[in-house]
């Protein structure tokens, strides 16, 4: 492994110990008392320095080990939690990850050591790259308990320890012992390690650490399963004759002094119950690594190799079809299952949990309502809703803008909220759930709304609309108007932008993705922005459609039904095309007419497929129907002046192309 491998390792690494600080100090403001988030901070500083330490990167492990010692006080009680400390502490985890990824923006780094030190009255200079050891890494015996003492004895096969010496340049040591755990854990039963497996998590270890090991394997065997672990030097194995050599612990917890005075029988049938117990929580903890991070453009690569594959799955039907080749089809089949739960399984390891985005906000939110003088209760639900790895990396930034609008020109100062007989604190409501094919994402607001008068104005003033095209508009088509580009509320700039700052970004993005955007807003009651993404950009189901002799896909999810329209079933209500279906009044648009084709429906029955959007019922206008199709998303370059209307391209099995539409800009954009 060389060192990229080993710095990309480093950074996946720091970044979830990061985001550990930032959980646990936001609780532990909130929460002063909770010396478990106090602990857990500890650990997660403690663990970046000695991972810093590790690779040489010097300040990043000086910042670590000066926050350490201030939450070693903070846990000792010698000093108190204050939003002065935590803002301290922050600012400590903001230059952290600045030093990973953007060290140019980074603070004097000089100045906020000495801050941090100035809490603790440590003077002394930080000598990186050594690492800090358990007091027991050098023992050479092993303390077992009671039960553990059992369990040796009441196992079948030989007691070894298996002593592992890693090379002296070996980075992530925990990381290879791990692996030495995973590999030993198919020959036997490990009781215990030393130093323990806790400490070698957080890389409290030399070169050399122990196990405790159970197995009817040789020694041959043993030493031949670990010698192919990477960056191990030596392997030795000592058969322990005498199970007196092992020191026993005497202690008892209060728990088992109680199991004592239990009957004979009781106790007997305890023991197997506790030995098990043991056992499955020891292999628990060593399993929690049994999970492996993959780059995630393997995961794209694989998803391509798929997507190909489905296309020529695609293009043998098409000519079994075409050659009437019963046989062939009927073999296909099972090739179309198969294929179809590869997908499924690829599609599976690229979906991520939407809390991946979504932890980012507490801090965001805290930060903002600080600066703002504001009192804001974020609330967040659904962040186990799994979305494609792909779109989770491009929502950020418009979730980041939605929320700090809310804060911002959303919700109302303290005051202002009391005199309205609205409590202080205002909510601020971030959830996620799943809806068929998509994943819907809300931002919900109680503060002030969205009033269409002062976008009204606000419109004409920037030349957005004009008045005589505002007149005919709704409410909900003026609120709309933010997302024109430019549209701003704000009278000045500041660092927080107000509502509509940008909002054509949002939904460019949203555009490009696929997804949509939709508002409901009350004056005085507050907003709710819903965005729909599609779970996945790769693979969709879709009805293959014709339109002036070219090939279009109408992406499934947004399909309602499909119906033949009779010319005589089409009225014109405010020179627009609409047809009665089922007590709907539905507009009619001609995709001929969108595309820029000639608009020239001769048919007695016209094939219209219905879509819903928004909320909304429209009837898309086709030549013909050709089925449902699934096929994969190709993107395509700016060609057409209608580019803006066509989601990707697609690759048929007869190998013609067809366009994917981007239904909601047909329809209301």
Known sequence: MDMDEFQEMYASESREHLDILNDALLTLENDPENMEMVNESFRAAHTLKGMAGTMGFDQVSELAHAMENILDELRNGEIAVTTEVINLLFRAVDNLELLSSDPDQVEDLEGLIKELRNYTGDDTELSTGNQETSAS??????SLDQDELEMVEDTPGETVIIKVILESDCVFKSLRADMVFDALEELGELIKANPSIDDIREEKLDEEFQVLFLTKESKETLSDALSNISEVDTIEIEVVEDLDDLSIQQESTGAEQEDESTIDGAKDKDSKSKKKSKTQSLSS????????????????????????????RTQVESVARSYDLDDLEKKLKPLSK????????????????ISMVFNRFPRLVRDLAQDLEKDINLKIEGEETELDRTIIDEIGDPLVHLIRNSIDHGIEPPAEREEKDKPREGLVKLSAFHEGNNVVIQIEDDGAGIDPDVIEEKAIDKGVASPSEIENMSDQEIINLIFAPGFSTNEEVSDVSGRGVGMDVVKNKLDSLNGSIDIKSEVGKGSTFTMKLPLTLSIIQGFLTTVADQKYVIPLESIQEIVDVQPEDIQTIRQEQVIHRRGSVIPLISLRNKLGKEDDFEEEEISTVIVEIANDYYGLMVDSIIGQQEVVIKRINDLSENIEKIAGGAILGDGSIALILNVEEITIG
């Open 137 to 142: 890494s050098n023992n050479d015996y092993f």
């Open 285 to 312: 903890r060593l399993r929690s690594s049994s999970t492996i991070k993959v780059d995630v453009d393997r995961l794209d690569s694989l998803m391509n190799l798929v997507a190909e594959l489905v296309i020529k």
């Open 338 to 353: 198969v294929t179809t739960d590869l997908q499924d399984a690829v599609m599976e390891m690229r979906m991520v949990p």
